[in-house]
């Protein structure tokens, strides 16, 4: 292997310029992701398990509580909230593009008794449905990792299965000092490890793209047969009038902005994320 060719790889590439892997759907990493969403102590992948029944208790809260809601969790995971939900007589669907999670969530929900319509897609491709839903849910910053367009169609097809006064929910980093969250450069070489089961080198760096409000996390891994994997991670950054002018595009309504959902934690808190209600 040519050390110019790690190095070519590792440069800062133009904005949205795609990798060529996808983290979620790997079968080895999504195993590792699996055991992380489910360790209720660490905010990674999932919150923690504190926060996410603070998180279900808000976005439940001011509805009527004798009137069961049809709710759509996009991203669901493991089902951490669907089955908060479930558990409060709502009827819930849950999407994931892993399969790993969705048939942790299955198994969870039958060992549980809980009646949750789980489905194993990729929430950008397949559709919603029309007037489907009283609630809408995208939780974890998620809409902030897709690309503008990718971002502008989901709104669009959530504002679609939404019913008529329905609420969409979701949360997203806000902007403030976003420019000092670059991670510094950091290397691992593993035996086996969160990126393969077999012996590998993570090459890890961040890249600023000011104007757009966004950074890259780029990982290169490269196995011992000398292939080289890039996953990147495009995170975009928001002030209050950016979500609005986003949300009012698909034209939703009632914008609430929430920055007190979370409890102080040593990863996101209230003076990172910002949690969204809002109305179609
Ligand atoms: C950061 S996790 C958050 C999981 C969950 N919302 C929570 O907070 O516990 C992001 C989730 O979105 C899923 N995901 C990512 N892209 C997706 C897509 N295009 N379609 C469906 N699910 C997706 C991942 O598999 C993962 O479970």
């Given at each position: 292997?040519?050390?110019?060719?790690?190095?070519?790889?590792?440069?800062?590439?133009?904005?949205?310029?795609?990798?060529?892997?996808?983290?979620?759907?790997?079968?080895?990493?999504?195993?590792?992701?699996?055991?992380?969403?489910?360790?209720?102590?660490?905010?990674?992948?999932?919150?923690?398990?504190?926060?996410?029944?603070?998180?279900?208790?808000?976005?439940?809260?001011?509805?009527?509580?004798?009137?069961?809601?049809?709710?759509?969790?996009?991203?669901?995971?493991?089902?951490?909230?669907?089955?908060?939900?479930?558990?409060?007589?709502?009827?819930?669907?849950?999407?994931?593009?892993?399969?790993?999670?969705?048939?942790?969530?299955?198994?969870?929900?039958?060992?549980?008794?809980?009646?949750?319509?789980?489905?194993?897609?990729?929430?950008?491709?397949?559709?919603?449905?029309?007037?489907?839903?009283?609630?809408?849910?995208?939780?974890?910053?998620?809409?902030?990792?897709?690309?503008?367009?990718?971002?502008?169609?989901?709104l669009a097809?959530i504002f679609k299965?939404l019913?008529k006064?329905?609420?969409f929910?979701?949360?997203?980093?806000?902007?403030?000092?976003?420019?000092?969250?670059?991670?510094?450069?950091?290397?691992?070489?593993?035996?086996?490890?969160?990126?393969?089961?077999?012996?590998?080198?993570?090459?890890?760096?961040?890249?600023?793209?000011?104007?757009?409000?966004?950074?890259?996390?780029?990982?290169?891994?490269?196995?011992?047969?000398?292939?080289?994997?890039?996953?990147?991670?495009?995170?975009?950054?928001?002030?209050?009038?950016?979500?609005?002018?986003m949300l009012k595009q698909q034209n939703f309504k009632?914008i609430?902005?929430?920055?007190?959902?979370?409890?102080?934690?040593?990863?996101?808190?209230?003076?990172?994320?910002?949690?969204?209600?809002c109305i179609k």
């Open positions: 292997m040519k050390i110019t060719d790690i190095i070519s790889k590792s440069e800062k590439p133009a904005i949205y310029e795609k990798g060529n892997s996808f983290m979620w759907t790997d079968p080895h990493i999504s195993k590792q992701l699996l055991q992380v969403h489910l360790n209720p102590d660490i905010d990674l992948a999932s919150r923690k398990k504190s926060t996410i029944e603070k998180t279900a208790k808000w976005i439940l809260e001011n509805r009527d509580n004798n009137k069961n809601l049809k709710i759509l969790d996009l991203g669901c995971g493991p089902g951490l909230y669907t089955e908060i939900f479930a558990n409060n007589r709502h009827r819930v669907t849950g999407i994931d593009i892993s399969k790993n999670s969705i048939d942790h969530a299955i198994k969870s929900a039958k060992k549980k008794g809980l009646r949750i319509d789980y489905q194993n897609s990729n929430y950008l491709d397949i559709d919603l449905g029309q007037e489907k839903y009283d609630l809408v849910v995208l939780i974890y910053a998620d809409l902030g990792v897709l690309l503008p367009l990718e971002r502008e169609k989901l097809k299965a019913n006064g329905g609420v929910i979701f949360d997203v980093l806000n902007d403030k000092g976003f420019k000092e969250k670059l991670s510094p450069k950091t290397w691992e070489s593993s035996k086996v490890g969160f990126w393969k089961e077999t012996p590998y080198l993570a090459l890890s760096e961040s890249f600023l793209y000011e104007k757009e409000k966004v950074i890259l996390s780029q990982h290169t891994i490269i196995d011992e047969s000398e292939n080289i994997d890039i996953y990147r991670f495009w995170t975009h950054f928001f002030s209050h009038s950016d979500i609005s002018e009632d609430e902005f929430r920055e007190d959902i979370l409890p102080e934690s040593d990863m996101w808190n209230g003076e990172n994320v910002i949690f969204v209600k």
